[in-house]
């Protein structure tokens, strides 16, 4: 994580706090290792997004980090074809992808392979997905990327299309086609992307549960749903115990004295 991300520590849009009896308790984060060209990157989070449409009250606080396929692609990308046979071979390509449309086709997830006619570098959009960090939208944006991609065959690797994915955030379009032009966080990029590997991410989506837990790979909504209400669980049990604590030291006379400002009475 680069030091500006650790210090701002922010949570993406689609990230809500968990409430009990009205107050705030633990929030729990959520990272997600991913490449915006990854189909089962794209199909993991529509399944993620599924969960927590069911849990409006979920725990997580989410930050997406890079992790790129292809860290040696040309900057300018390539053909889709072109890739595709060089990574699978003539007969591997077709059969590969047409298994992950099939997947996202029982899914009822919505994918138009076909219409992908590059393979772009995605330095650009990690680099776009790190500033929409810095912005708390990561969420819309990560939305974009995927849909440009997956539903609507454009090229992200190309900065015109990357604004119009920022400005439909809510972004300043302006400003992030400069700084695309330049080489702002570049290396920041790639030296989080080098970290995660050095950690031992050699795919993804990589989901990693409050700094501890890394789940691999594009898990099921039931699953999802099973980890939030157990986190939930262990929220509830342990703000029963902390109450339990409090009354036992109220009752023995050791609660804590108030402060000069609270005038509750007895």
Not at 115 to 123: D, G
Not at 153 to 161: A, E, L, N
Not at 200 to 215: D, E, L, R, W, Y
Request: proline share 7%; net charge negative; with cysteine.
């Amino acid at each position: 994580m680069c030091p500006t991300c650790r210090a701002i520590r922010t949570e993406s849009c689609n990230a809500a706090p968990l409430a009990r009896y009205g107050r705030p308790t633990l929030s729990v984060k959520l990272d997600i290792l991913s490449d915006p060209i990854c189909p089962w990157c794209y199909i993991g989070k529509t399944q993620l997004d599924r969960a927590l449409a069911q849990r409006p009250a979920h725990p997580f606080v989410i930050e997406w980090h890079p992790f790129q396929l292809n860290p040696d692609m040309p900057r300018e990308g390539m053909g889709r074809r072109d890739y595709l046979v060089g990574k699978f071979g003539e007969d591997g390509a077709d059969r590969a992808y047409g298994q992950i449309a099939e997947h996202a086709r029982s899914l009822g997830i919505e994918a138009d392979f076909d219409a992908i006619t590059r393979t772009p570098n995605t330095l650009d959009a990690h680099r776009l997905i790190h500033w929409a960090g810095l912005e708390n939208c990561q969420g819309p944006v990560i939305d974009g990327l995927f849909a440009a991609n997956f539903r609507e065959g454009r090229d992200i690797g190309q900065h015109d299309v990357l604004a119009d994915i920022a400005d439909s955030a809510g972004m300043d379009a302006a400003l992030v086609t400069r700084l695309l032009q330049s080489d702002a966080d570049v290396q920041a990029i790639r030296d989080r992307d080098a970290h995660s590997r050095q950690m031992g991410v050699n795919s993804v989506p990589t989901f990693i549960v409050a700094n501890k837990h890394a789940v691999p790979g594009a898990q099921p909504v039931e699953l999802w749903l099973k980890v939030i209400d157990e986190i939930a669980q262990q929220i509830a049990a342990d703000d029963t115990a902390d109450d339990t604590a409090d009354d036992t030291a109220e009752a023995a006379g050791t609660a804590a004295p108030r402060g000069p400002g609270d005038t509750t009475p007895e």
